[in-house]
């Protein structure tokens, strides 16, 4: 039997450990060793950072869960120092402008030179990667059809185009969005709407995620996407009948990034450690696999042709734009 001395002892130890505990929780966030990784990468790439990271820590609890990024940005947004996520990739650089608003990232020094162009003063908005959009068609499903291939915007308003194009969703998708203000840029507010009005019709669907246009063009459930370039590159280059074509108008982009989001205490070892290997020049290598660096003297673009170049996009990184431009999005077809 314990007597009372020892009772309120082993109470006051109690509440010791509760605390320690607690603390533990606020700091690390789910353990010294749990490390929450969300990405807006498709899912083909996340096993392959996951296996890089599992390699470098075996100690540490990783996992990446894949989130499109309108719905993790707005996931970070809702929870706030109360979210699960220790660490954000793939948020584009709109999105992540709007989390560092809120008050959501923490600052994180990694060491390494960016291009002028990519460099956040505070640290908190950390690039990644550039990606910029193709129009990707299925030459064998065009083939079936009796339709050649567009290559251009203006082109996709063929009446004969209606029904087989698909578009991510700008509302979900920062693939979906960097479409949407990359013709807003270049035929002005009243031109890029009514270009809109128009593909609106003839879009077949709008997908939730970046990725799904190029997929669904693959495998034939679609003749035409609005789509990624460097996984459009790669499914052309193993031989499937993929092609993909640079509109006569630019290229529309954005650069992606790896946040380090916060949760209302100091991140623990393991998550600032993880968060350290993601952002080193090696970890670049994996998770930028885009053909666009945005290392200072990172590789120049490989697998595009002599024609390509990049839209005007002023704005893109601007987190108040967006918000105004999705809620036109959103007023007018959804």
Known sequence: MLNKKNKMLMTLLLIVALCAALCGCASSGGGDNTVNIYSANYEEEIAIELAYLQEIFPEYNITITYLSSGNLAAKIA??????????????????????????????????????????????????????????????????????????????????????????????????GYFFLQGILNLYGEDGGWAFFDSLHESVMMFTESGSAPVTMVESGEAAIALGIDYQAIALASESSPIEVIFADEGA???????????????????????????????????????????????????????????????????????????????????
């Open 252 to 334: 529309p982009y954005d650069y992606d990034t790896a946040l380090l989001i916060n949760r209302g205490g100091t991140p623990s070892e393991a998550v600032l450690n993880v968060m350290a290997a993601i952002t080193s020049e090696e970890g670049n290598d994996v998770f930028n696999n885009y053909n666009i660096s945005v290392l200072k003297d990172g590789p120049e673009a490989v697998g595009y042709p002599d024609s390509f170049y990049l839209m005007d996009m002023t704005g893109i990184s601007d987190s108040a734009l967006k918000t105004e431009i999705l809620n036109a999005w959103s007023a007018r077809y959804e």
């Open 78 to 175: 809702a929870e706030g120092e109360d979210t699960d996520i220790d660490i954000a990739m793939s948020l584009s650089s709109g999105y992540a402008n709007q989390l560092k608003d809120a008050g959501a990232l923490l600052a994180f020094d990694t060491g390494v030179e960016y291009k002028d162009e990519f460099v956040d003063e505070d640290n908190m908005v950390i690039p990644n990667g550039v990606w910029a959009g193709a129009i990707v068609v299925n030459t064998s499903l065009l083939e079936q059809l009796g339709l050649e291939a567009p290559t251009s915007y203006m082109d996709l308003l063929d009446e004969a185009y209606a029904g087989h194009i698909v578009m991510a969703n700008p509302a979900s998708s920062s693939t």
